[in-house]
């Protein structure tokens, strides 16, 4: 009766993660795959429920073969929604394939005797396979964080399991016939290590999807929705950060040129679109490192790590003269725009709106020389009234 309450404690914690990853699922739509999580840990419990249902038949060969194919239909949802999670398409072919063998390995597997390691081994193959390929699918995602690495041990540890369960029913003896499998210790054993690892993966998948879920509203937080980087509050938690770690850095500020002009003329949808098209500029010529942020209307920084000054520069001019040359029919404009940009380099120990400030006082210097340039700042200038210059 041993292997009977493990097998019970299995459905139970399969409906717990059922119904949390269902919760999940429901509460945030960012949380990509909780539905098939929600799907696998379902059919996990019907899968226990035949175990119980298999010791009432008198013929266990339909119930057998449904719980062989059951599990591994379990596995295929979970591994769907890990998939999902973690971005990645779900590795079709080799799921179809481990799904044709298995079908073919039915009428094998159910004609040989029960018990024999050759059985017990053919048995356990397809679950063996179905869970290697959660580790390298999730390795292969290139998530490298210390949950996600442990999530890939916790798979290969199950992987390990399915090899294992056969020399433990030679150990220590299984049954002679299906109906009496719940009765033999090697049903507590194997139920044993799969509710471990059940329980285990559940966990660190919840808290992987709680981490990512988490982040993703930061990163919502922290964005602008109309140019797509960041917003003034995610600027300035990130420059601060970034300002910890380097030794040096250099900011740009920049600042459309007539842009109530722009919204005048064209009306607002062109200067949205005006906007988002120039921040487009900014980050596609920023290094990857760089962060990039609309802080004002029309206002944007681009903080360059362990940049100089003369890299912010080239940097400026290159936005500047490929935003003054573009054209933007799209955005039903006949005209071409022009930027201004004030460059200043990171004067430790000067905090972020110490250099915001100096940046853009460079910014100001440049709109009132004609705007459609470059200025920059080389140490600490007096203060000049920066708003209002359009």
Request: contains cysteine; charged residues 15%; hydrophobic residues 55%.
């Amino acid at each position: 009766m041993t292997a009977a309450f493990v097998l019970g404690i299995n459905m139970v914690v399969a409906g717990i993660f059922a119904v949390a990853f269902t919760v999940v699922a429901a509460t945030n739509r960012s949380a990509r795959g909780a539905w098939w999580l929600a799907l696998g840990c379902g059919v996990g419990i019907v899968n226990a429920g035949l175990e119980f249902l298999l010791r009432q038949q008198a013929d266990p060969v339909p119930v057998s073969i449904a719980i062989f194919l059951v599990f591994l239909s379990a596995l295929s949802f979970a591994l769907i929604g890990v998939a999902r999670h973690y971005r990645v398409e779900p590795p079709w072919t080799a799921m179809a394939a481990i799904w044709i063998v298995t079908v073919l390995l039915v009428p094998v597997v159910f004609s040989m005797t029960y018990g024999s390691l050759s059985r017990l081994v053919l048995y356990q193959l397809p679950y063996f396979a179905m869970q290697a390929l959660f580790g390298i699918m999730i390795w292969r995602s290139g998530r490298r964080q210390p949950l996600d690495l442990l999530l890939v041990v916790l798979q290969a540890v199950g992987a390990t399991l399915y090899l294992l369960k056969p020399l433990f029913a030679m150990l220590v003896g299984t049954a002679r016939t299906p109906q009496d499998y719940m009765a033999t210790t090697y049903a507590a054993i194997s139920q044993s290590g799969s509710v471990v690892v059940l329980i285990a993966t559940g966990l660190v998948m919840l808290l992987v999807t709680m981490r990512d879920t988490t982040a993703e509203m930061i990163a919502r937080s922290e964005t602008d929705p109309l140019s797509g980087v960041f917003n003034r509050r995610g600027f300035e938690r990130h420059a601060e950060a970034a300002l910890a770690r380097e030794g040096r850095a250099t900011l740009i500020a920049a600042d459309l040129d007539h842009f109530k002009q722009i919204n005048d003329s064209f009306g607002h949808a062109a200067g949205d679109g005006v906007i988002a098209h120039f921040a487009a500029m900014l980050t596609e010529a920023a290094p990857s490192e760089a962060i990039v942020g609309r802080v004002g209307g029309e206002e944007f920084a681009v903080l360059l790590p362990a940049a100089l000054l003369s890299d912010g520069r080239l940097y400026a001019e290159a936005v500047r003269a490929a935003f003054a040359s573009a054209e933007l029919p799209v955005l039903g404009v006949d005209r071409r725009f022009s930027a201004s940009f004030g460059v200043a380099q990171w004067m430790p120990p000067e905090t972020l709106p110490d250099l915001l400030h100096r940046a853009d006082t460079a910014l100001y210097r440049a709109k009132s020389g004609g705007r459609n340039r470059v200025c920059v700042v080389l140490g600490d200038l007096p203060p000049t009234p920066v708003r209002g210059a359009a």
